[in-house]
C-alpha cells in the first residue's frame, strides 16, 4: 500500500523531456562527477516515468488492463520503481564536493589572460594555421581540474549502472508480452480491430518505453571505459548513414532469402550522397529500415512468387534537406489498397501471431523473422518520432509502396512524452 501511495505521488510530477543535443552536450568528455550527476537526474526522472506508465496500466478501456500479460508488465514496472525509490539517494557531501569543483573551475576559467599564441615557439606554419594551436582548455588543463574524484564517486556510479541495467533487462520482452495481452483482449472482446483509446495508449507506452530504455542506455555506454571515437555514447556524431543502412539492406535481404529460400533475392541498390553531417543512434536507424526493408521484400517476394528468376529492384535514396535527412525505400510489390493503408499503423490488426507467453518469458523481442505486418511499422514510427523525426507511406495500388523515412537534424527537438 505504501507502494502504491508512492507510485501515486510520483506520477503527479511531470516528466522531464531531454533532447539529442542535450544528451551529446552532456555526455562528452565525461567524468565521475558529470556521470554522478547524471546519475542523480536518472534516479529523479526513471521513477516518475515509471510511475506514469503504472497509473496508465491501471485505468486501460474496456477491461484491457485485466488481462493477464498486462498485469504481469504492470508488475515489471512496479518492480523497477520499487528499486529505483529505494536506490540510495546521491549524498549531500558529495554534490558538494562538485559544487566547490565547478565553483573553483569558473574562477579559474575567469583569471585566464586573452590566448597570446607564442610566436617565438611557433614554426611559421603554425601562425599561418591558427586552428593548429591547441584549444584554451588543453592548454590550461581545466578537464583535468576535475577528473580525480574520491573513490565513492565510481562506487556510486558503478552501482546505480547495475541497478538500471538489471531494470532494463527486466522489461526486454515488455513488447511480445503487451501483444499477447492484446492478443488475450481481442479473445475477450471478440473483435479483430483495435479501438482508438487502446490504439493511443499503446503509442504512448510503446514511446515513453523508448525513451526510457534511451536513458538507461546512454547512461550505461558513458559509463563504459571509453566511447568509441565518434561516438557519445550510444549517440554516433558523425554517423555513417550509408554503413548503417548497407547493414540493414544486408540483414534483410539474408532473413528474406532464409525465410522463403529463394535462390535469387530481389536486389536492393542505395543511393546516398557522400559526407552527410548527422547525429543519430545508429541502433534506431537500422532498426527503422530493417522493418521497412522486411516489408518491401515480402511484398515484392509475395507478387511475383518464391520461384521468379528475377525480381523488380527495390531503391534506397537519401537526401539531405538542411532540415531533415530523407531516406526513401521505394518497392514494385504491388502496393496498398488506400482503404488499407490506415490499418497498417495498428497494433491490432496483424496477420502474424504473436509469440506466446512460453517464447516471451526467453526471447527478447524483435526476433520473429520477417513477420508480417507486426509492431514492425508502428514501433518504427515511434522511433523516427521519437528524435523529432517521422515516417510516412504513400501506396499506388497495382505498382508499390513509398516509404518516407524522415529524420530530424535539428537535434534540439525534446523527447515527445505524450
Ligand atoms: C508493401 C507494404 C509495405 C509496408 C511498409 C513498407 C513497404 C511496404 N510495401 O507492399
Known sequence: KRLTDSIAHYAKFPQTGVSLRQMVEFGQNPNQG???KAAQFLHDELPIRLAHRVVELDNLPNNLDK???IQRVKRWYIES???LVNFPRVPEKMLQYIRIDEEHRNATLQKIPEAKPNHSLSTPEAIRTPNSLPSLSKRYHFKTLSTDFPPEFSEYNKRFVNCIEHIKRRHDSVVSTVAQGIN???KHIGVNLIDDRAQMFLDRFYLSRIGIRMLIGQQIALNLPKSPPGFVGVIQTNIKLDEVVQEAI???TFVCEDHYMLLTTPKVTLQCPDNIHFTYVPSHLHHMVFELLKNSLRAVVETYGDEADDYPEIKVVISEGSEDITIKITDEG???PRSEIDKVWTYMYTTADAPSVEDSLYKSDFKAPLAGFGYGLPLSRLYARYFGGD???????GRGTDAYLHLSRLSNSEEPLA
Open 184 to 186: 488475450e483482449y481481442k
Open 81 to 83: 520503481f520499487n528499486d
Open 334 to 336: 504491388g502496393g496498398i
Open 34 to 36: 558529470t556521470l554522478l
Open 67 to 69: 488481462m493477464p500479460s
Open 391 to 397: 515516417l510516412r507511406l504513400v501506396s499506388m495500388e
Open 250 to 252: 544486408d540483414n534483410a
